[in-house]
């Protein structure tokens, strides 16, 4: 965990400058500008206010009836000045943070789907746990503290400014007798300020610095458990099936133990910051008026002019005590940048991946062609070596072997989605591919949605997805086709496979990659489906992965891998 330094700030200020550089960065500056204007102006009517305390107080002091009304009317010119700044300031800043926000999910998931990044993300070993908590829990903190921080920072030092102005002309002389001589220390009241908040600050820094990494630690603990108990729900017919709900219930203790572990460690360093810091506010209160009662007592100043110094201490008190007061505020900053940062770096080197693996090569070819394909495992362990063979339009390829031995992992590479292969893929131009695994994937939504993932090019009339469940027996859904369903858990798993072939018959690719698309059916379905895609898309080119000899009758060609590099391609 670094600390703010150089490098920490050089970060955050990457993650953090691409919307005010963006296509809306002119709504961004003009934004910016208003708010940091109404920012000054906040202060400037503090500072206005300080003035008034003298003057309404020395009125009253002075029995002035006069001056105190002309005080009153003052007042509340200030008082509606400051509401209506008040409210614009973070109207206005609440207006720029969603914008960022908006602007800034959008890029971050643009950048996790492009290169299908979101999938190789999690191919590579590193720390990106939970980009869904990046997306949506981060940048969010990531907008409304940095707002927060910057912005609080900026009054901090107007304020700091105008209030140590006021305080030097205030605080007169004091004459200190040391030895025989007398020394005379001018705008005291500013170098006891400044020494005072230069202690708190320090000593708060001291305390809470392990905050910053509980809270980074915290965050993921909580995104874990949440994540385990997702899991459950997507699993919950199997694991209620093993009865493991037992197990289940270790596991979820497991990991909220960790979450309460981290946050008793978190509640015992803000007590000690607690601690720290409530006796420095209430040292604050009292102080400034024990170094400037002297001085009114020796009638040097009257009570107007005491208020005003006190309420001058007290503001840039709360300007140097910034730091102080926004400590835990600060530490989970630096806990979010550095999430972020380190998602950014991972996106960075899985989109690097994106020009690994096997050269696809889009061709004017009438075959789908692969050349000296060598597929291997990240830990370098060699699946396949020098694979070559090619396919024609309206081929059939079955692949078979071992589990384990790399069929389904050969179909990664076909794709572009495996990063670990070299070779030569070379694939017809302008021609579509469809994969069917062997879990299909139901998008929530409706039938239709689900039918017709992920999309069709063109619009698909509801006869055409009617014909295709006719063939693939769906017709007791035809119904249903705009009714909103979990459909993963509505449809059984040789359903899903049908609704799989649907989408086939529908989108009528000229690639078809099967990956034990046929599993969870009977040999008669399999068959009839198999028969189906023979007749049906007569010029689609299939490759298919699975185990059963069955497969063998509806392909023309078989290759064989052995899980060690060597392989073996037959026609049938
Ligand atoms: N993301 C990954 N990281 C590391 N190893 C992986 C990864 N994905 C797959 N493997 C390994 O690659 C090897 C081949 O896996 P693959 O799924 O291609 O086998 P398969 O032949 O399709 O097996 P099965 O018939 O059991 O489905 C296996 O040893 C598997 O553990």
């Known amino acids: 965990m670094t600390g703010i330094n150089l490098g920490f700030l050089k970060d955050s200020w990457r993650l953090a400058r691409g919307y005010w550089h963006s296509e809306e960065k002119w709504q961004a500056r003009g934004l910016t500008a208003v708010i940091v204007t109404l920012n000054i102006a906040h202060v400037y009517i503090l500072v206005l206010l300080n003035m008034w305390t003298n003057r309404f107080y020395n009125a009253l002091q002075n029995f002035d009836r006069e001056e105190y009304v002309s005080a009153l009317g003052e007042f509340c010119l200030l008082a509606g000045m400051y509401i209506i700044v008040a409210v614009y300031e973070l109207y206005l800043q609440q207006m720029l943070e969603i914008r960022w926000r908006r602007w800034l999910t959008k890029r ?60 030097w002309e205030m605080s007169g002389i004091l004459t200190v007798p040391v030895g025989g001589t007398v020394v005379t220390i001018s705008g005291y009241m500013v170098w006891v300020a400044l020494l005072y908040a230069i202690i708190g600050n320090w000593l708060t820094h001291k305390i809470g610095k392990p905050l910053s990494k509980l809270n980074f630690d915290q965050q993921r603990y909580e995104a874990d458990f949440r994540f385990s108990l997702v899991r459950l729900r997507e699993n919950s017919e199997s694991i209620a099936f093993y009865g493991g709900e037992s197990r289940e219930g270790q596991s979820f203790m497991k990991r909220f133990n960790t979450v309460l572990a981290n946050f008793w460690e978190i509640m015992k360093r803000q007590k000690q ?165 062997q879990k299909s994937y139901l998008p929530l939504g409706t039938l239709r949605e689900v039918l017709l993932y992920p999309g069709p090019r063109q619009p698909v009339r509801d006869e055409e997805i009617y014909a295709a469940m006719t063939l693939c027996r769906l017709d007791w859904l035809k119904g249903q086709l705009d009714n909103v369903e979990d459909w993963s858990h509505v449809l059984s798993l040789g359903e899903q496979q049908r609704v799989a072939f649907v989408r086939a018959l529908i989108h009528k690719p000229d690639w078809l990659f099967m990956d034990e698309a046929t599993s969870a059916l009977d040999e008669p379905t399999e068959r009839m489906l198999y028969t189906l895609l023979r007749d049906q898309l007569k010029n689609t080119a299939t490759i298919s992965v699975g185990h059963r000899g069955t497969l063998t009758g509806y392909h023309k060609k078989k290759l064989t891998l052995d899980g060690t590099g060597c392989w073996s391609l037959l026609n049938l």
């Open 108 to 167: 971050y998931l643009d950048s996790w789907l492009a290169n299908r990044n979101y999938y190789r993300l999690q191919l590579l070993d590193n720390n990106t746990d939970n980009p869904d908590q990046r997306i949506s829990e981060d940048l969010r903190l990531f907008t409304n503290y940095s707002l927060r921080l910057a912005m609080g920072s900026l009054k901090a030092l107007v304020t700091l400014v105008c209030f140590i102005t006021i305080l």
């Open 273 to 437: 910051v607690t601690w720290f810091i409530s006796g420095y506010g209430q040292i604050a209160i009292i102080f400034p008026i024990l170094v400037t009662a002297p001085r009114y007592f020796a009638k040097e100043i009257q009570l107007g002019g005491l208020l005003q110094i006190l309420a001058a201490f007290g503001k840039v008190q709360d300007a140097l005590a910034f730091f102080v007061d926004n400590y835990p505020l600060l530490a989970e900053w630096r806990s979010v940048v550095n999430r972020l940062h380190g998602f950014v770096c991972n996106m960075e080197q899985v989109s690097a991946l994106a020009d690994t693996g096997a050269t696809i090569h889009k061709a004017a070819a009438s075959s789908l062609a692969v050349a000296g394909l060598n597929i291997h495992l990240p830990d370098g362990k060699h699946l396949l070596s020098e694979l070559t063979f090619s396919l024609e339009t309206g081929d059939s390829l079955l692949v078979a072997g071992p589990s384990g031995s790399g069929k389904s992992t050969l179909l990664r590479a076909l794709s572009g989605l495996w990063p670990y292969a070299q070779g030569d893929i070379t694939i017809p131009s302008g021609q579509t591919i469809l994969f069917l695994p």
